[in-house]
């Protein structure tokens, strides 16, 4: 039993050295945990000749960048997985050097890949309406980045004002606040799909008429600029719907 | 503005060194945050004659037994306070010293007026129809018992079963794995208001039909026994229904 409403699947085709690469992936995931049974599970294939420690390397790299940046309820899966195979079969001169130029270049297009898969999870989130994109730019690390954009994407009561198309800015600076990321209060700028709706940790005047359009969106882009460095994280989830209860609360039913 | 649905209001009376001494308590919460105002507030008077060390320490002992063991939704508030005032006139000799067994006696009091306090809040808890008690027992440590009582408490997955009323007990185990508790797997009991769902981490063979019963009071009690030492806390929430979601939906229309 899945509650997935669509498949998840990708692919695209790199050039190394001189050899076309090509990848694949597909996942399978709705809610974050189903402890019944395998919840989040993604499979990626490629071509590509490389030694193992760099396919583990590459793997570990994208999946930090994507699938470690997707919730859709916050509890954490007994069960994840993530498989990259490769065959070789590309041709290209054997990756087994992560200081080889083509080694960055195949990190960056399997991150692609696992990032198109984490957005289709967050996107298909049980009960989910709209995809949500929270970028955390200016941070003084990337630690501070990252924590600041998973507990955005994460806030339960932004996720309830998401899906009532509430511009409420200030569940954002909250969820930043309790997220352990170092920043200013007073230096903090929060855009909602490209609207500024705070500036310096405050509320901007904006037009709640706009905000409603954007909010209206399936898919919503939050970037908060913390002005305090040059570290950037990304991190997707989805709004928390009436549906989304209602699929949870008669689950075994 | 507030979603508090009742006042929240405890009193009682202990005898310090043939001293009536009495304890008072109010509080006001029902979501953990609500970024424009005032969140979580709790009041605490006392007559007792107690210096500002001792009380400090005391509700510092009360807090963290109370109200840092409450969850409605997982958002840490901008703005949670808890103050406690004593005036002196209940005339007992002042407790200045924390090996005065007069100040054990103070703190299970003034624990006793926070736990109550605590239990109302997540009573409110916005939307909820339901009490969540979880008692995690035989723990290694103090902090592996509040860290596992915590996230049980918390989980999003268990909040939602519990509102259909569905012994999902996988869930329960779920969250004490991420919750990041030391426990052994297969040494965990799970007990449903009285109800053993799970024995040494696998479904126990149970009445559906009894199960049902339980899930359908007012106050759940969930008791996780890890059989792996003698620590041992209780944390309090909610269950996560519609009208969460609906409250905080149009929170600002």
Chains 1, 2 share one sequence.
Request: one cysteine or more; charged letters at 25%.
């Amino acid at each position: 039993m899945t509650t997935d409403t669509f498949a998840k699947e990708i692919a695209l085709q790199i050039e190394l050295d001189g050899q076309k690469v090509l990848l694949g992936g597909m996942a399978k995931g709705a809610g974050m945990i189903h402890p019944n049974m395998a919840t989040m599970l993604a499979l990626v294939t490629t071509d590509a000749a490389i030694s193992p420690a760099c396919l583990q390397e590459a793997l570990r790299r994208a999946n930090d960048a994507s699938f470690n940046m997707v919730t859709v309820d916050g509890d954490t899966s007994t069960n994840d997985t993530v498989v990259v195979l490769a065959n070789g079969r590309a041709g290209n001169p054997l990756l087994e050097d992560t200081a080889n130029p083509g080694f960055e270049l195949f990190c960056e297009a399997l991150k692609e890949v696992c990032q198109a898969l984490a957005k289709m999870i967050a996107r298909d989130g049980e009960g989910a309406t709209k995809l949500l994109e929270v970028q955390v730019v200016n941070a003084p690390g990337p630690e501070d980045a990252r924590k600041a954009a998973r507990a955005i994407a994460g806030s339960t009561l932004l996720k309830a004002a998401l899906f009532g198309e509430d511009a409420n800015w200030g569940r954002i600076i909250c969820a930043l606040g309790y997220s352990g990321a170092r920043f200013e209060p007073d230096r903090v700028d929060v855009y909602l799909g490209g609207l500024l709706v705070a500036r310096n940790g405050a509320g901007a005047s904006f037009s709640e008429e706009e905000a409603g359009k954007l909010l209206a969106k399936e898919e919503i882009r939050i970037v908060v600029d913390l002005q305090a460095g040059d570290a950037a994280a990304t991190a997707w989830g989805c709004d928390l719907s009436y549906e989304y209860v209602r699929i949870n609360a008669d689950y075994r039913s």
